[in-house]
């Protein structure tokens, strides 16, 4: 077998599923994570391509997966979303549709799809999506607007309490603003309710390693590796995303209908149901 950059692989499984290649993309999605049993990303495409071949229940149970290690994720959000809709589940298909807003508020088609939502739920069709507080937040922590960002995100989990997005972004506010102990301590309430959660374990990575607990630090890493196979490559400082493609290569498989599509026995212990 050819090998292939993992994330050239990607690319090639997300076209597949574009055009509706949809079993031959689930088999892609499962020689990637044979090879790599947590790769977030493999799990996207999977959620993705499950529900487009109109397998629900499978789909929400990936996405809720990624859900667990970015509980932020635009793809999953949006997929919980449409699931919750068709199981006649309202308000939870609004809850999921507002966090896609919050990781993208200027997409029209997710504004169009809220406004939707909400006239469903109340008669009325809004004449625009509200920005919320999570929304907000991230667009004050892109501008590198921390104390604003910490004020809408604190202020938003007195609200809702139990919004791991809303304490990831917070860990990485306080990171960025050089507040590290706080930023860790969060990092391992976050940790001990989502262990694979990416950020809090690139946080407590950095900050056990300079505490020289080279046990705790390397527990970390691993996790991370395990997530995205790119982190292997990164070094100090480095995102993942800016190590060269061709660092991860993999065997890419030869496609055969035939090819099973089990779930694999592992993948029910990777993450935790964050719907609500």
Not at 26 to 54: Q, S, T
Not at 188 to 197: F, G, K, S, T
Not at 215 to 220: G, P, Q, T, V, Y
């Amino acid at each position: 077998m050819a090998e292939i950059a993992l994330r050239t692989y990607y690319r090639q499984i997300d076209q597949l599923i574009d055009q509706k290649h949809l079993e031959e993309a689930l088999a892609h999605c499962k020689n990637i994570l044979h090879h790599f049993p947590k790769d977030v990303e493999a799990y996207r495409l999977m959620g993705k391509a499950l529900l487009e071949r109109g397998r629900h229940g499978d789909a929400a149970d990936v996405f809720q997966r990624v859900l667990s290690a970015r509980p932020d994720d635009f793809i999953s959000h949006v997929g919980m979303a449409i699931v919750r809709e068709d199981e006649g589940n309202l308000e939870a298909a609004l809850w999921h549709m507002e966090r896609a807003f919050e990781a993208s508020p200027s997409n029209p088609a997710v504004q169009d799809e809220l406004r939707r939502l909400y006239g469903r739920r109340d008669g009325i069709v809004p004449h625009r999506a509200q920005l919320t507080r999570g929304a907000l937040a991230r667009l004050y922590y892109k501008q590198g607007l921390f104390a604003q960002s910490e004020a809408e995100l604190r202020a938003g989990l007195a609200e809702q309490p139990d919004r791991p997005d809303l304490l990831t972004l917070l860990v990485q506010t306080l990171w960025e603003s050089n507040r590290r102990e706080e930023a860790g301590a969060l990092c391992q309430d976050l940790l001990e309710r989502l262990p694979y959660n990416l950020e809090a374990n690139r946080v407590m990575a950095q900050l056990t390693k300079g505490q020289n607990q080279l046990d705790a630090a390397r527990l970390c890493r691993q996790r991370l590796e395990a997530l995205d196979p790119y982190e292997a490559y990164a070094g100090e400082g480095t995102l993942a995303e800016s190590v060269n493609a061709d660092a991860v290569r993999i065997a890419e498989i030869d496609y055969a209908p035939e090819v099973s599509l089990d779930r694999p026995e592992w993948s029910s212990t990777l993450g935790v149901d964050l719907a609500p």
